[in-house]
């Protein structure tokens, strides 16, 4: 079964970095496509950051470019989220997500390309 688990939200002043840390159980963590999404309140969910099975292609909303960096560390069975220069509008629940990644160079941004989700970790920006 694959579960993933997020941590690392919090309340965080605009400008302020932080980093996002999703973790998942099973097996062959490298065989995952892995991406970012997140909801803010009474808005749609929308994609944020994928990265490929092996970690070699992302992609990225074009909001956060430049300023989130998605990464995984397979051996650790992690993947990350460097936010910085954060701003009021990345107030929003932060959902990972996982889905078998065959050839484990494929990204997907499309969140009902996914197959397991995690809870979500709140992250809340100040102003």
């Known amino acids: 079964q694959v579960q993933p688990v997020e941590s690392g939200g919090g309340l965080v002043q605009a400008g302020d970095s932080l980093t996002l840390t999703c973790s998942i159980s099973?097996?062959?963590?490298?065989?995952?496509?892995m991406g970012w999404f997140r909801q803010a309140p009474g808005k749609e969910r929308e994609f944020v950051a994928a990265i490929s099975g092996v970690g070699s292609v992302t992609k990225y909303v074009a909001s956060v470019k430049g300023r989130f960096t998605i990464s995984r560390d397979n051996f650790k069975r992690t993947m990350y989220l460097q936010m910085n220069n954060i701003k009021s509008e990345d107030t929003a629940v932060y959902f990972c997500?996982?889905?078998?990644?065959?050839?484990?160079?494929?990204?997907?941004?499309?969140?009902?390309?996914?197959?397991?989700w995690g809870q979500g970790t709140q992250v809340t920006v100040s102003t």
């Open positions: 997500a996982a889905r078998p990644d065959e050839w484990r160079n494929s990204y997907f941004v499309d969140a009902t390309s996914y197959a397991y």
């Open positions: 099973g097996r062959d963590f490298g065989n995952y496509a």
